[in-house]
């Protein structure tokens, strides 16, 4: 089974604009709207593609029901630490003529310690039944990057596979602490380590104890670094970039790396072939759920986009 944590849950509010023109009044149609979050979103995914998987998030006020409802209409396993604070909204607007998005995120209210530490032990609770345990997106209030960085060590020591996309201070303790992958963007990564370079900027948090740093470079693709093998990075993309709805395509490409390792069964002693095979469904995914309307979707065309992607070993920049 596959576990995704997600501290920061939120209710997706998502609109489609012919054009997104700044400042000015836009006549949309009925907005979607669904559970989400980065955790959230590779469960729906996992959920979708096959895979045993179960996630775990926090729900409050009326957002939290509107979150608790969508995820057992839609048949993702789920469970819920009812907190006092609404669950946050995500609002995105699609333009779909240039296939960009602009996002509102809200920062979500804040845990009391007695909810805090009831999530992080349910989740070494649930754990205990994983292979394979996913820790995504922002911390709430309550909850410090170095609750992150102990939870990823117990997950560690206990021999389960443990993959964090989480941003500045908490991408650092979780590499500290032994995270098979990380998994942040170009941005992310720059905030994290201060390199402009996403290959010195992975290598920094491989120095710090990350087994595998999967950096998403946008439409650059992605770049695949180990620990184990620093100098041969991997960088793959596609022959073109796809225009649609890019804000579930990191939690796509979570998605299928944490089910080809639960697969594998370990993400240790990864081999050439292994990031190969990491690389060509991390991008294939990714850019399938470009192509659906809402974030937590993949396209069908998925093993197709996969096996077009172009692969290369990349040099730092001076």
């Known amino acids: 089974m596959i576990l995704t944590v997600t501290?920061?849950?939120?209710?997706?509010?998502?609109?489609?604009?012919?054009?997104?023109?700044?400042?000015?009044?836009?006549?949309?149609?009925?907005?979607?709207?669904?559970?989400?979050?980065?955790?959230?979103?590779?469960?729906?995914?996992?959920?979708?593609?096959?895979s045993d998987t179960l996630a775990l998030a926090t729900a409050g006020g009326d957002t939290g029901r509107a979150l608790a409802a969508d995820l057992g209409a839609s048949g993702v396993p789920h469970r819920l630490v009812p907190v006092a604070a609404a669950t946050r909204r995500s609002i995105a607007v699609v333009d779909d003529r240039h296939g960009e998005a602009t996002l509102l995120n809200e920062r979500g209210g804040g845990l009391s310690p007695a909810e805090a530490d009831a999530l992080l032990d349910a989740a070494r609770a649930l754990a205990a039944q994983a292979t394979t345990v996913v820790v995504s997106g922002s911390l709430p209030p309550g909850i410090r990057s170095e609750d992150i960085g102990l939870l990823v060590a117990d997950l560690v020591r206990a021999g389960t596979t443990t993959i964090a996309d989480v941003t500045g201070p908490a991408l650092?303790?979780?590499?500290?602490?032994?995270?098979?992958?990380?998994?942040?963007?170009?941005?992310?990564?720059?905030e994290t380590t201060g390199c402009h370079d996403p290959l010195t900027g992975a290598r920094v948090l491989l120095e710090q104890g990350a087994g595998l740093a999967v950096v998403s470079l946008g439409g650059d693709g992605m770049l695949l670094v180990r620990r184990s093998a620093p100098d041969r990075a991997l960088c793959a993309r596609l022959p073109e970039m796809l225009h649609g709805n890019p804000t579930g395509a990191g939690d796509a490409a979570v998605a299928a790396i944490a089910a080809l390792l639960a697969r594998r069964g370990d993400a240790t002693d990864l081999t050439d072939d292994d990031l190969v095979h990491l690389?060509?469904?991390?991008?294939?995914?990714?850019?399938s759920a470009v192509l659906m309307p809402q974030a937590g979707e993949v396209s069908p065309e998925r093993d197709r986009l996969a096996a077009a992607v172009i692969l290369d070993h990349p040099h730092p920049r001076s």
């Open 172 to 190: 650092l303790a979780a590499a500290t602490a032994g995270a098979h992958v990380v998994k942040p963007n170009a941005a992310e990564l720059h």
């Open 279 to 287: 690389a060509r469904a991390a991008v294939g995914w990714s850019a």
């Open 7 to 50: 501290p920061n849950p939120a209710l997706d509010c998502t609109w489609h604009v012919d054009a997104l023109v700044p400042g000015d009044s836009h006549r949309v149609g009925t907005g979607a709207e669904r559970a989400g979050g980065k955790g959230v979103n590779v469960a729906r995914v996992l959920q979708a593609t096959g």
